[in-house]
Structure formats: C-alpha cells, structure tokens
C-alpha cells in the first residue's frame, strides 16, 4: 500500500518540478502566484462582488460604513475599489489602504 502512495507522491513531485521550471522565467509571474496578482488595480463593484463572493449590494453597503472605500469615478459617480483595498480586507496586506 505504502509504494502506490509513495510513487504517486514521487510523480506530484516531479510534475511540480517540472512546471516550476516552466513558468519560472514568465515576466513578472512565478509558478505560484500571489492572491490578487491577476486583479486590475481598479476594480468595480461586479468585479469586487465576484471575487469575494458576496452581493454587489453588500460591497455597496460596505462602502457606506467605510469597511471598503469606494472612489467614485465620472458625473454617475461610479464606484470603483482599489486592489490594495480588497486584499486588505480579506488580510492578504499588512497596511491599511491610503
């Protein structure tokens, strides 16, 4: 039983390896990438919404009591999040956002 687990252990090890070795040389990106890398440093209410799962109006909520400031774009007065933001919200950053 324990060399079934310790080949296909071996196989992960040596699939891991290989794709390190792959996109180890991608601009600006390492195999494993950061939460929020792939984030535009502005984001929308959908956008934000989607990646922390919860209601476009939740996000609005929390913008009203301060729990994510909102910056508020063209005459409608569009919301939009920084990235920073959303990650300190979530903890993923140590600073608060400016």
Known sequence: ?????DNIFSIVILLE???ASKYQNLPGKGFFMALGDDLPELLTVKEVAS?????PLTI???GKR???PAIRI???GDRRYKKEAVLW???EMKK???
């Open 17 to 19: 390896a290989h794709l």
């Open 66 to 68: 301060g729990k994510l």
């Open 74 to 76: 063209n005459a409608r």
């Open 89 to 91: 919200l979530l903890g």
């Open 60 to 62: 609005k909520r929390w």
């Open 1 to 5: 039983m324990f060399s079934g687990i």
């Open 96 to 98: 608060e956002p400016a």
């Open 51 to 55: 990646f922390l799962r919860v209601s």
